[in-house]
């Protein structure tokens, strides 16, 4: 039931995301041009390269929360609690402290390229991590409502960014003047900081008085050492990390050896791509935990293969859709400014066809020992898809990265998936002790 609500929660959190999305992005171009477009994507694509902020600590208090007879009153939790909060904290002072080294050295600037030159670029950047750090102090709230199973209202309340950070948008470019059009992006970031406001308050009222003893003995280091969160989920962190990164660092790769007019382009086409692979990763983390429940009451029959095919299929028949109507829907979006052409439509389709693919594989083979599997295989794709992307970008231009990243899904996710499969086909089917359906969340 839970998984159902994740996905209902998705679909209508996609919609509303993808509507405005294209509302913004119209908003944008018609108001600036394609450079604080171009700069406007690489400032809200930096918090989808840092997906690792409790450095996979997360895991432990998913699992803490869902395993806990009363999380209110839980003695060892609130430990848990203060040592991720601790955690934390400090990723976010030593982000704020590489925030402020690269402000002053100018590093912001040259990680931008041409964007970095627009006027005010840095001290944007500098903003919008200022206020990024501040959402990761807050982090413990959606991991605590994972492991009550009501990721669903973690989806809802993380899909108030979009229309929040559109609303934004407006204010600064009908009141702020073109002074202002180098700061856009620092509407995404404040939304953000709401909604991870908001559902801090959720948790602190469903779960009291857990949240604030734990705030209490945060800063208490030695008289409260709390417990140990990182002997349990480096795995899992390694796949947290390697996919956000690879594609993540497409843009920056673009904005180094390619265009402004490269990197808006990506980002335009990629409002609907990642919505729909938002879409596919809510349907592909539901996996697991129907996999888990089967292969614990001995009714798991057959491998993934078929679920693979079909996932990968509905991409493909998404993406020769968004083909069709492409000339139309991104001339809408861009009111005429921009041009997605048709290879980087097929090139974006190929890589999420690719990325659906390995969802029932990787979800299949999430016991203990396929977990540790799959550490070497993401890392691989994540190492193989950076290298192409530098390689194929100033050669093809913007699908170099695309297909870079296909091919490494291909050579290091899908292959090796699939022969793990087969060699371990017998104890994959055979009944086993049900993982623990908590940890699904954290993954996605």
């Not at 803490?64 to 609130?78: E, F, I």
């Not at 102090?137 to 899909?159: A, D, E, K, P, S």
């Not at 190929?350 to 993401?378: E, H, N, S």
Request: with cysteine.
């Amino acid at each position: 039931m839970n998984s159902l609500l994740a996905l209902g929660a998705r679909g209508v959190t996609m919609v509303i995301s993808l509507v405005c999305g294209v509302i913004t992005t119209r908003m944008i171009l018609g108001e600036t041009d394609i450079e604080h477009y171009a700069l406007y994507t690489l400032l809200i694509t930096i918090p989808s390269l840092l997906t690792f902020t409790d450095l996979g600590s997360g895991a432990v208090l998913v699992n803490a929360v869902a395993t806990s007879d009363d999380v209110r009153t839980d003695k060892k939790l609130r430990l848990q609690v203060t040592s991720v909060g601790r955690i934390l904290l400090l990723f976010a002072s030593g982000l704020m402290l590489i925030n402020t080294v690269l402000l002053i050295t100018g590093g912001w600037r040259a990680l931008f390229g041409d964007a970095g030159a627009i006027p005010g670029a840095p001290l944007a950047a500098f903003l919008c991590i200022t206020l990024f750090s501040l959402t990761v102090t807050l982090g413990v709230w959606f991991r605590i409502l994972l492991g009550q199973r009501r990721n669903h209202l973690v989806i809802l309340v993380q899909g108030l960014i979009s229309p929040v950070t559109m609303g934004g948008v407006w204010l600064m470019l009908t009141f702020g003047g073109r002074d202002f059009d180098s700061y856009l992006a620092v509407a995404s970031y404040g939304a953000s900081l709401l909604t991870a406001v908001i559902g801090f308050l959720l948790v602190t009222r469903s779960t009291a008085p857990l949240i604030p003893d734990a705030l209490r003995v945060l800063l208490r280091w030695r008289s409260v050492p709390g417990v140990r969160v990182m002997d349990v989920g480096w795995p899992m962190l390694a796949q947290m990390v390697t996919y956000p990164i690879a594609v993540g660092s497409q843009r920056y790769v673009l904005a180094q050896y390619g265009t402004p007019t490269d990197v808006a382009e990506y980002g335009v086409a990629g409002q609907v791509f990642f919505a729909l692979n938002g879409l596919v990763m809510a349907a592909g983390v539901a996996l697991w935990p129907q996999f888990a429940r089967r292969r614990h009451r001995g009714e798991l029959r057959r491998g993934p293969y078929l679920l693979s095919l079909l996932f990968g299929g509905a991409v493909a028949a998404a993406t020769l859709f968004v083909w069709l109507i492409g000339p139309w829907l991104f001339e809408f979006i861009t009111r005429g400014e921009l041009e997605v052409r048709t290879s980087t439509i097929l090139s974006f389709g190929c890589m999420i066809m690719f990325t659906a693919a390995v969802y029932p594989l990787g979800m299949f083979i999430m016991d203990k020992p396929g977990i540790r599997f799959q550490v070497i295989p993401t890392l691989a794709m994540a190492g193989v898809s950076i290298v192409l992307s530098i390689v194929l970008t100033p050669i093809l231009g913007i699908v170099g990265p695309l297909l870079g990243v296909a091919f490494a899904l291909i050579v290091c996710q899908v292959i090796p998936y699939v022969i793990y499969i087969h060699r371990h086909r017998e104890r994959l089917l055979a009944p086993e002790r049900a993982e623990d359906p908590a940890s699904v969340v954290e993954s996605s």
